[in-house]
Every structure is written in structure tokens, then in C-alpha cells.
């Protein structure tokens, strides 16, 4: 797992162990770095994200595609500075309520690199994405597309009076292309009885009809088969299927790429082999490159990030119990889908003891690491788990009252406070009383 000072591919790109046997991501000491702002923290190396980023932008070059364009998944890190930060790197941003819509807008986004997603979008939201126009709004079903010829049509007046479209709004049909891939049930989402988008019987349909509304534009397709794929086999089926509803400028092809989370899990398919893969795969279908879009989440997120958390406890009740001051408030995934980490002491790496990791909330369900293998944890001890990057920040909680984590960017040995740790004013601030 470990070799010298160089870490497994989890850890965000440039952590290593220093001469004090400390793991330093982004250059900054982790021991120091807790003891500075306190745990639970998520600790960012900005320089990953940046690489990551590069890396799928490039990727679409190589592959030989001149209109290929990198849409971030807000949802697996909706914090401003990490929405700033693709926004400086020229990615597109998918957002899926409108209160992610105000977050990318909000870091530097323009409307026009921004699209809006959701089966259940209210007439607010679809109001606010009309008036801004956004690049691509991917319409999930027939009464979406009513409220959207309403709303462009008899009601258009006072959207332009609003400073909104004069032109048709660009739109996508969201297809549920009836392929599964090999993944958790609850974020598998392209079979074809899925809650997102038209099944493929309905989709001429949906086509049709956005082609007889005035104030819509469509572009083409999109299709998200779920989350945390490990295989490319099913992105081109998914890309096979969208061929069969015909050729359309545009092709968004969704997220979904996975991550390794554990050193002991097989590394995932390269963003090089996986966009090739895309690139490939669409290309075979079609007459004219077009434009093609895919919107990574966790790929560019996930393995940029770890979680510091402090020893509370140490008991032995059958099992090692080490508990820490965080868990399921600051990282659900565990619980909800039984997702794998792993574990360290930030200053004692090789470890052997095998521990259930815990967090401290008041259900037994709310265990970080089943089995994790700790060097001899003690309480103060500064516990990492890589990986953290997607989907912890977004899914976090204030249960049992536990003020969220702050999150911290570090690069070159600076770190600076991105997001502020709540305080206990912060949980009852929005009380009316
Ligand atoms: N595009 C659309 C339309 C999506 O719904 C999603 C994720 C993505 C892109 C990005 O997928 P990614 O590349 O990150 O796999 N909370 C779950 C993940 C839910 C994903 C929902 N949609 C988790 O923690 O695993």
C-alpha cells in the first residue's frame, strides 16, 4: 500500500509522506493542518482538481474531437471554489435544481456553459433557466415540455421583459436508454424503468413534439446509464441506442465514470481510455462528429480530496471500536450504499490492527470502515480517509446537531478555508421566532 514516500493512486495526485512519516496533500502537513482548523475537515489538493480537469479536456483532443466539452457534475462538490476553479478551466457545469443553478452562476459560470437537469424541475427553476438562457436545458418528460411551450410561448412577454429569451431555448431530450450497468441499484439509472427521462418508446414522441414548440431549439440527446461504472461496455450501448433515435448536433452522454476508493480495488478505466471510448463509440453512429458532451462528477472530484477526522475513542467490545468526530454527517455513503474507505493514522501509515472505524453519531449503522487497519489508534490520533471527494460535501448533514465540516484547499504547503465550518449559532440560524 505504501512504498517509501509515495501513496496509492486514492490519495489526491502529489500526496506523499513527509521525513516525519506524515501524509501531505497539496504540500501541507495533515497533522498541522488539524491541529490548525480543527476535524472534521475536507482537505482539497487543489492542483488534482486542476489536473483532472486538463486531463478530460485533453483526452477529447487526443481522441481526435474538436467539439468535445466537460460538463461538471455540481452535485458531487457544489462548493464555490471548486465550481470557480472548472470555471477557470473552461468546463461546462451541470446543475439539477435551482439552487445549484445559483451556486455555478453564482462561481464564474456563464449561463451559456451551464445545463439544467432534473426529473421533477418547478416552474421557478425552468423560469430562471429561460430567463438566463442557459446552454442546454435536458428535458425529462411530457409535462416539462407543456410547461416549458407555456412558459416560452403565451407567458414569453414577461420572460423577455426579464431580460430572457428572444430566441429559442436550446434543449435536449433526456432518453433512459434501457442499459444497466454494473452498479449499485440506487444510483443506476438508465434501465428502462427508471424515474429519469423518456423510455425509448416514448422518445420520438418527446422529439416530435419539441420540434412543434416555437420557443424550444432542440439539439439532441442525452442519456445518464448511472454512477460509479467501472466498465465501458455500457457506455457504448448507451451510445448505440441513442444512434437508433436518429443524428442530432449535439450528444451528452452523462457521468458516470468510477473511482477506486480502496488501494485493494481495481484501478478504473483511464480518462483517456474512457473518453476514447465515447469518442469511438458515438463516432461509429454518425455522419458528422457533431458536438459530444460527457459530465463527470466523482472522476474529477472524488480522489481529490480526504478527510481528516480526530480519535475520540478506543474500546474493544468484541471488535476494535475507534470512534472519530465525524461520520455519517459528513460522509453518508457508507450507510446508504455500503460503499467502501479505508483508513489511516495521518502519522502512522503501515497499519495492522484491524478496527471498525465509527463515527459519532447515535446509530450503530453510522460506521465509516467496516474493517479498517489502523497502527495502534489512540484518542487524539488524526484519522484520514481518502477519496472523499464526491458526493461527502453534497450529502452532508447536521444530524445529532453536528455543525459541518469546513473545507480547505491546499497547494504548494498553503491552505486556505474555502467553505467555514459551521457553528453552533449556523444550526438554529433560521429559526423564526
Ligand atoms: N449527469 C447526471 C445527469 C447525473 O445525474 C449525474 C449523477 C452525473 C452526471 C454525475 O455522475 P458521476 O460522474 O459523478 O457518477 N450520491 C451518489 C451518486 C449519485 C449520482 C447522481 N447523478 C453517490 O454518492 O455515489
Not at 452562476?105 to 438566463?132: C, D, Q, T, W, Y
Not at 420540434?211 to 457504448?236: D, K, T, W, Y
Not at 476494535?320 to 453518508?332: H, Q, R
Amino acid at each position: 500500500m505504501v512504498t517509501g514516500t509515495s501513496l496509492s493512486s486514492v490519495f489526491p495526485l502529489g500526496s506523499r509522506l513527509n521525513e516525519r512519516g506524515r501524509l501531505e496533500v497539496g504540500g501541507c502537513d495533515m497533522i498541522e493542518l488539524a491541529r490548525e482548523y480543527g476535524t472534521p475537515a475536507y482537505v482539497v489538493a487543489e492542483d488534482d482538481l486542476r489536473t483532472r480537469a486538463r486531463a478530460f479536456v485533453q483526452a477529447g483532443r487526443d481522441a481526435g474531437h474538436g467539439d468535445f466539452h466537460v460538463v461538471f457534475a455540481s452535485k458531487a462538490f457544489p462548493c464555490t471554489a471548486v465550481l470557480e476553479l472548472f470555471a477557470q478551466e473552461g468546463l461546462w457545469c451541470d446543475v439539477a435544481s435551482g439552487g445549484e443553478l445559483y451556486l455555478a452562476l453564482n462561481a464564474g459560470f456563464p449561463a451559456e456553459r451551464i445545463v439544467l437537469h432534473g426529473n421533477a424541475k418547478s416552474e421557478a427553476e425552468l423560469r430562471m433557466a429561460l430567463r438566463l438562457r442557459v446552454g442546454l436545458i435536458a428535458v425529462d418528460n411530457f409535462d416539462e415540455i407543456e410547461r416549458l411551450a407555456r412558459l416560452t410561448g403565451a407567458d414569453a412577454g414577461e420572460l423577455q421583459e426579464s431580460g430572457g429569451p428572444a430566441k429559442a431555448q436550446p434543449v435536449l431530450i433526456r432518453v433512459t436508454p434501457d442499459v444497466k450497468g454494473e452498479t449499485h441499484e440506487k444510483i443506476s439509472t438508465g434501465q428502462a424503468d427508471s424515474k429519469f427521462g423518456f423510455a425509448m418508446a416514448d422518445a420520438r414522441e418527446a422529439i416530435a413534439r419539441v420540434q412543434q414548440v416555437e420557443g424550444l431549439s432542440l439539439q439532441g440527446l442525452h442519456a445518464h446509464i448511472g454512477s460509479q461504472l467501472l466498465e465501458l461496455e455500457p457506455f457504448r450501448r448507451a451510445a448505440t441506442q441513442l444512434a437508433e433515435l436518429g443524428e442530432f448536433p449535439v450528444l451528452d452522454l452523462g457521468g458516470g465514470l468510477g473511482v477506486q476508493y480502496t488501494s485493494e480495488q481495481p484501478a478504473p478505466p483511464s480518462t483517456e481510455e474512457y473518453v476514447s471510448a465515447i469518442v469511438q463509440a458515438t463516432a461509429a453512429h454518425r455522419t458528422h462528429p457533431g458536438r459530444l458532451m460527457i459530465e463527470p462528477g466523482r472522476a474529477l472530484s472524488a480522489n481529490a480530496c480526504v478527510t481528516l477526522y480526530t480519535v475520540e475513542s478506543v474500546k474493544s467490545n468484541v471488535s476494535c471500536w475507534v470512534a472519530v468526530d465525524g461520520g455519517m454527517s459528513d460522509n453518508l455513503r457508507p450507510m446508504l450504499y455500503g460503499a467502501p474507505y479505508e483508513a489511516h493514522v495521518a502519522d502512522r501509515f503501515d497499519g495492522t490492527t484491524s478496527c471498525v472505524l465509527a463515527g459519532k453519531h447515535c446509530e450503530s449503522g453510522d460506521v465509516i470502515v467496516a474493517e479498517a487497519l489502523l497502527e495502534d489508534p489512540r484518542p487524539g490520533d488524526v484519522i484520514v480517509t481518502p477519496a472523499t471527494g464526491a458526493y461527502g460535501y453534497s450529502m452532508a448533514s447536521n444530524y445529532n446537531g453536528v455543525p459541518r465540516a469546513p473545507v480547505i484547499f491546499c497547494r504548494d504547503g498553503d491552505a486556505r478555508v474555502v467553505v467555514r465550518r459551521e457553528s453552533f449559532e449556523d444550526l438554529n440560524a433560521r429559526d423564526v421566532v
